[in-house]
């Protein structure tokens, strides 16, 4: 089974600080991560994932996120808020030991990020 | 989002009331998804189509049909609903369903049932 946790219902940092979204997860093997963003009125887009390889992944707008084996993390991180930031963010899993068989991609219930001016 | 369109954008319909989303994608993807988000819940997987072959489908009501005609396309066809199935629905694509490809999401489809 896999399953994926965002602690944070909401998000409110100040423009030009760091941010941070929280993401763990919890897989019987290995896992796929990735995290989409949704702006309103908007369908989910593609921000980064992990495969393998490198545990700090660079994503699009400025966004990367740091897979932790040892903690079963995924933190999305900017080091500076824009405005423009401001929307849902979803942190998603699949587990690699699933197969051929297992179409899920496991999502969490997303985090609102507010970004203050 | 001009990767995977989807139509109407809105939908109002009354529960005896017979309707079909449209979804199209245009990345030349394998598989295609249908998703129902509500408000509060995580993203509820409803159908996966892998070269127009139906490969999940996640306990979902029969009053919700999906068809894939190509790979390109696909339909969600609604009849008799509830007003809890009001939500806004999704549909995504990929080039794989089972890998680490990443879905493309279309804008969604905001459904209400009166």
């Known amino acids: 089974a896999q399953s994926v946790a965002q602690p944070e219902d909401q998000v409110n940092v100040a423009e030009g600080n760091p941010l941070t979204v929280k993401c763990t997860y919890s897989?019987?093997?290995?896992?796929?991560l990735f995290w989409y963003v949704q702006y309103p009125n908007r369908g989910l887009q593609f921000l980064l994932k992990?495969?393998?390889?490198?545990?700090l992944v660079k994503g699009s707008y400025g966004f990367e996120a740091e897979f932790n084996k040892s903690q079963t993390s995924f933190h999305l991180k900017k080091p500076s808020a824009l405005v423009s930031d401001s929307a849902l963010y979803f942190c998603a899993v699949r587990d690699i030991l699933a197969g051929a068989g297992s179409y899920q991609l496991t999502f969490g219930k997303g985090t609102k990020l507010s970004v203050i001016p | 989002e001009t990767g995977v369109t989807q139509t109407p954008r809105h939908l109002v319909m009354g529960m005896t009331n017979k309707k079909s989303l449209k979804c199209e994608q245009h990345?030349?993807?394998?598989?295609m998804y249908w998703y129902k988000q509500s408000a509060k819940k995580p993203l509820e997987l409803m159908f996966v189509?892998?070269?127009?072959?139906?490969?999940e489908n996640n306990s979902v009501p029969s009053r919700f049909s999906p068809e894939c005609p190509n790979s390109s396309h696909l339909f969600l066809h609604l009849h008799t609903l509830q007003p809890e199935d009001s939500a806004l629905y999704l549909c995504a694509s990929s080039r794989d369903p089972t890998s680490s490809y990443e879905q493309y999401f279309g804008p969604g489809t905001r459904l209400t049932v009166t």
């Open positions: 990345l030349g993807h394998n598989a």
């Open positions: 189509y892998s070269l127009e072959e139906r490969v």
């Open positions: 897989v019987s093997g290995n896992p796929y």
């Open positions: 992990y495969i393998t390889g490198d545990n």
